[in-house]
């Protein structure tokens, strides 16, 4: 390899540094970089933040009398299909936008790329001519086109997603049945739907069939995002792949069905999804929940608890009996915040029995059960069994009813860790529902020991996140006290990068902990309202969700918008 003081810049590179916009020595070693690592050399530039991809395409456009087109404006949906294979634009950084006649013309931002013209010229049997553009929006173009490719019916080719490992119920008498289900565009279709889902870090997928369309949508970060549209004709056909898949019954259409898939990914890693159809107008929408084993792993540092929060959790953990109660809406992350707790205590010395409906996270050395009302296997009765199968520790997928209320604070009286969840918004109103439920009041300040409600807020992207100037009477209205707003703190808001999605990566807890101190069991005893139990446990010191939400702004993790949109006041 040549030293940088044996090359001499010529073409593009030398009107670069004569432009300054790169010093001698940096465009010598950035041309050496982009030779060896077969990259175009504006590429690299842009890249590593070398210099602007703004600049660079009008230095290149006065070099060679081009004028430059703002690709960011131009539709995708106009580029003629399969006119060039996904290899040959990645190799040479070069888009095809239109055609006339027998002329082909590319988006380039290298005007010197005289072998992509060559070879792209070769490939299609046209002539082609270079569009300068901006090597960063060119970049994104081409993410979007092949995005756009990817996800049509016609482009599914390959093995890869063929040679998937699902464990289905596919059958023969299925097959026989409905060969629709095992149409390969289909498969194919729905097997990079899944991977998509699980690469993007989705939580939920949805297929939903209206009267003149059919939309996929994921939720990633708790927000759905609409990633594909397949003709509204496909819509039996991907409905019966994915009942086949999860042994569903393909014939039946007219009720809602529950079922799981799971996905080898490799020889140790595996996920697994929860899937349900509902007929609705216009066939049935299907929504498929992801559940990733490794979740429950992360330990209960990942999960967002403050430091005092966190300590409460561990303490009601250590205590050989009593009842932990996780509260929350769907999809506020209560699975996960349990499985923590059950993998903390899952040691060969303690007897771990599980009741949920259905079994969300396989979790070696803990007897899970499957909940089934209709062959008499309820919540209570599998916690009847439980509890003549001598356990240390029980946890109740969720207390929906008195049967299973009564049997889970026996349990918790006597010996025995009980863990479970319930569906209401805060720590103080899930001791008012148990008492509507018709649990008595000394039963419950007897028995349960902490209770955490929480939500998930999406967690700003540390690469773009900017500073927000918020007035100070504003903080005010939104609860920040005077001695917070006099210590000092700084707001952040989001931006949006290549990174994230609108400014957000990824989702963090908010927790509200309460433990059940004396003066709020009094409070149980005395039957009080869910108000008086709130003021009584901000007189404890325990923070609110509201208030909990407030300190993940302070701390730079999430937005004020998000504090607003995933709590109330």
Known sequence: MASNSAITLTGLARKFVLDNLLEEEVAKDAFTQASNNNIPFITYLVQNKLAGAKALAYSAAQEFGMPVMDISTFLVELIPEKIVDEKLIRKHHALPLFKRGNRLFLATSDPTNIQALDELKFHTGLSTDAVLVEDDKLSDAIEKY????????????????????????????????NNEADDAPIVKYVNKMLLDAIKGGASDLHFEPYEKSYRVRYRTDGILHEVSKPSIKLAPKIAARIKVMCQMDISERRIPQDGRIKLKLSKTKAIDFRVNTLPTLWGEKIVLRILDPSSAKMGIDALGYEEDQKELYMQALAQPQGMILVTGPTGSGKTVSLYTGLNILNTPETNISTAEDPVEINLEGINQVNVNPKVGLGFPEALRSFLRQDPDIVMVGEIRDLDTASIAIKAAQTGHLVLSTLHTNSAPETLTRMMNMGVPAFNIATSVSLIIAQRLGRRLCNNCKEKADIPKDVLIKQGFTEEQIETGFTLYQPKGCDKCSGGYKGRVGIYEVVKITPAISQLIMEEATSLDIAAAAQKEGFNNLRQSAMLKAIEGVTSLEEVNRVTKD
């Not at 092949?146 to 596919?170: A, F, K, N, R, Y």
């Open 146 to 177: 092949l995005e756009s490719q990817d996800t049509s019916m016609g482009d599914l080719e390959g093995g890869d997603l063929d040679d998937l490992d699902i464990e289905s119920g596919e059958t023969e008498q299925e097959e026989a049945q």
